[in-house]
């Protein structure tokens, strides 16, 4: 099915879908605060781009969108451009997977959490975190 969109209406849209500071990651950031974890960063240029980095404890935290990473629980296939979503996803799956295993082999510890996690009850994902943070003895 052709794009009922002309190229340049597609790209418009496309620039206006927000990468940081989404109402997720806001949800989460403010559990994490509550939960009295300071000293984040945030999209830093570590291998992979975490959405937040704890640098002391060399803690990488991961918010991954279902659809985007094809989530085990609610992802849903795309009805057109099949072959195009189906190597776009895994060639995703495949880079996270690099990433972690890049990631560990530098000494970090990797979290990753799905979207409807973090939507559906925040203060669970920020207890995972809270409690890496506190193993993490450096």
Not at 89 to 109: C, Q, T, Y
Not at 115 to 137: G, L, M, P, Y
Request: with cysteine; hydrophobic share 35%; charged share 35%.
């Amino acid at each position: 099915m052709a794009d009922v969109l002309t190229k340049k209406q597609r790209s418009f849209n496309m620039s206006r879908i927000k990468g940081r500071n989404t109402s997720l990651e806001l949800k989460i950031r403010n559990s994490i605060y509550k939960k009295g974890l300071r000293g984040y960063r945030l999209h830093t240029n570590l291998i992979g781009h975490p959405d937040l980095i704890f640098s002391k404890k060399k803690i990488a935290v991961f918010f991954d969108g279902c659809f985007w990473h094809k989530c085990p629980e609610c992802f849903v296939k795309p009805a057109t451009r099949k072959i195009f979503w189906e190597e776009k996803i895994k060639s995703n799956i495949k880079r996270d997977s690099a990433v972690n295993k890049k990631l560990r082999e530098m000494g970090w510890k990797v979290l990753r959490s799905w979207e409807h996690d973090i939507d559906r009850n925040s203060e669970i994902v920020a207890d995972r975190i809270a409690k890496s943070f506190a193993a993490r003895n450096f």
